[in-house]
């Protein structure tokens, strides 16, 4: 495990003192602003105080503009919408926040470190590329800035110890690359109404002889997908699991995003496993050194084959028919329809859309009747390993292209939407935490349930295991390409799933060897025959046996959480 850098609190590194303001702040302006920002984890003193520091500190740069861009979800369509009028009002500098799909992001980000002409002032880009960054020596350096040359535009109200998973961002040495703007993990999602029916569990009980609930393990997954299929509830046809499998690069998110941990194909470690990672790349000494066995790395080994064999057979099996077909933003909403029973697992940044809080998935007043809990995991994962995936959008500049005022204009304008003031209005909206004092508010705890035990979870000390694709990944536009061109011929039964993982596998080392990065860069093991890495402890792993099918009721879950 990395250490993690803890900096020192700003308040006494900036001694800023808002009684000092000598300047003039319109304060029906920020008054507006501090209603609209309601419900707040901060109180409406202190959010008075962080922007009027705000204003103050954006004076030099009254009357000039920046361009930012990040993906197309709800938390940054507000953004969009809502902060860039509140930030222009209360400082003066006009921000265009474009809001476009998630490769445009990328494409656009990888062109800017290309060619050094600047597209954009800040990108809310994947903490998944802190590997890239850290290895291209492309991301300003936070840590640096905030301390040193950014120090006057550093908002003194920040806290960093008050942001959920900082670590994301940061690169070997703890240093800050990115900072979280929005996150949102995958979890397990079910219809806990169906889950805790006296006749289904009934039912359950007898014919697979163990209790109906929320599945531990892939094996229980499996019979519980199997329970429901076919099953007529409320006039509807029910399936047991949903997913998706067009051809696209969404279905290589679904892997990299991380199909492969949640089967145990890395090694123990948070948040990334080491020496091999959840990719299946090993890494030594922060130098990526292959992905295939025969190099000592995971990704076309046993336990990332019957990762994707599981999730061809479940698609094939316990999905709608139509599900293949899918992409990532068609399928994200089918669970509200009200016909499917779980699904291993979901992006949370979904359960904003407004068909979870109605009818036929939720009561009249949008109390829903699914659940969120912790992935159950396969049979090839360890305790102390990552379970599951967190999509960490970040704040990220880059260092060559924007420099001066633009730098420091798109540092305040970052720390705006990141701010104690805004954050817990702006999960309210997108459903995508950051902060611990949104999470741990007093708004959320009388209003948990709503959310479905999302609040739960991000209370309890599971939430660590949850982790991004970390600094191990060389580069990731490159790598993760190879797994959506890889994965779909598997779906659709023209090369098997081992043949699959070893076309990714070879891939990724191929690229590999050919990367010359300034900071870190590949240098691959030579080959090896797969006995001898599949001898050795750890991943990548030899074959296993499947386990026993376990489960556990929702409601004593809740409650161990709750003692820990």
């Known amino acids: ?57 954006a004076e030099p740069y009254k009357g000039r503009a920046i361009k930012s861009v990040a993906e197309d979800i709800k938390t940054h369509i507000w953004e969009s919408e809502v902060l860039t009028r509140a930030f222009e009002e209360i400082t003066g500098i006009k921000v265009t926040h474009d809001i476009v799909g998630e490769r445009d992001v990328v494409d656009r980000l990888q062109l800017q470190i290309q060619t050094n002409r600047k597209l954009y002032d800040i990108y809310v880009n994947d903490a998944d590329f802190i590997g890239t960054h850290l290895r291209l020596d492309s991301a300003l350096n936070f840590t640096e800035y905030m301390t040193g040359e950014g120090k006057d535009v550093t908002n003194p109200y920040l806290d960093l110890d008050d942001f959920l998973n900082l670590e994301f961002g940061q690169d070997y040495d703890g240093n800050q690359l990115q900072i979280p703007d929005q996150q949102f993990a995958n979890l397990y999602w079910f219809r806990y109404d169906w889950f805790t029916n006296p006749d289904f569990m009934q039912e359950f009980q007898e014919k697979y002889g163990y209790e109906l609930g929320v599945p531990l393990n892939w094996e229980a997954y499996e019979d519980i997908a199997e329970f429901f299929t076919g099953k007529k509830i409320d ?111 979901l992006y949370i940044t979904w359960l904003s859309d407004d068909n979870f809080h109605k009818p036929p998935v939720a009561d009249e007043n949008g109390n829903p009747f ?21 999509d960490a959008g970040s704040w990220t500049i880059l260092k060559d292209s924007v420099t001066g005022d633009d730098r420091a204009m798109a540092w305040l304008w970052a720390q705006f939407c990141i701010s104690k003031t805004v954050d817990l209005k702006k999960f309210l909206v997108g459903n995508t935490p950051i902060r611990k004092s949104t999470i741990f508010s007093d708004y959320l705890t009388e209003h948990a349930d709503y959310y479905g035990g ?60 050919k990367l010359q ?48």
Not at 9 to 28: M, P, Q, R, W
Not at 372 to 382: E, S
Not at 483 to 503: L, R, S
């Open 1 to 57: 495990m990395r250490t993690l850098l803890i900096l020192p609190t700003l308040v006494a590194a900036l001694s800023f003192v808002a009684s000092d303001l000598s300047f003039a702040v319109d304060k029906a302006v920020l008054e507006k602003w501090i209603a609209e920002f309601q419900p707040c984890a901060i109180s409406k003193e202190e959010q008075m105080q962080e922007l009027e520091w705000f204003a103050q500190a």
């Open 235 to 345: 006039g509807q046809t029910v399936y047991g699991h949903i997913d998706y499998g067009k051809k696209s690069p969404s279905l290589g998110w679904r892997f990299t995003d991380a199909w492969l941990s949640i089967a145990g194909v890395g090694d123990q470690g948070i948040p990334n496993g080491l020496p091999v990672d959840e990719w299946g790349i090993r890494v030594e000494n922060g130098i990526p050194v292959g992905a295939s066995v025969e190099r000592g790395g995971a990704a076309n080994g046993p336990a990332a084959v019957y990762a994707l064999t599981k999730y061809v057979d479940w698609l094939n099996k316990y999905a709608p028919p139509f599900a293949a077909s899918m992409t990532w933003s068609e399928s994200g909403s089918m669970p509200a329809r009200g016909n499917i029973a779980q699904q291993i697992f």
């Open 370 to 390: 699914w659940r969120v809990a912790p992935t159950p995991h396969g049979k090839y994962w360890d305790e102390g390993m990552k379970v599951g995936y967190q």
């Open 454 to 513: 999302l609040i739960e979870f991000y209370r309890s000390p599971e939430e660590k295991k949850w982790t991004d694709s970390g600094p191990n990944v060389p580069h990731y536009p490159l790598l993760a390409e190879q797994w959506w061109m890889n994965i779909a011929p598997a779906v659709t039964g023209k090369v098997t799933p081992q043949e699959a993982m070893d076309n990714i596998a070879a891939a990724m080392d191929d690229i590999m060897g």
């Open 517 to 564: 990065l300034k900071k870190f860069s590949p240098v691959l093991n030579a080959r090896r025959d797969r006995a001898y890495w599949l001898n050795q402890p750890g991943a990548p792993k030899p074959e296993r046996p499947d386990q026993q099918p376990s489960t556990m009721p929702y409601d004593e879950m809740m409650k161990q959480w709750k003692r820990k």
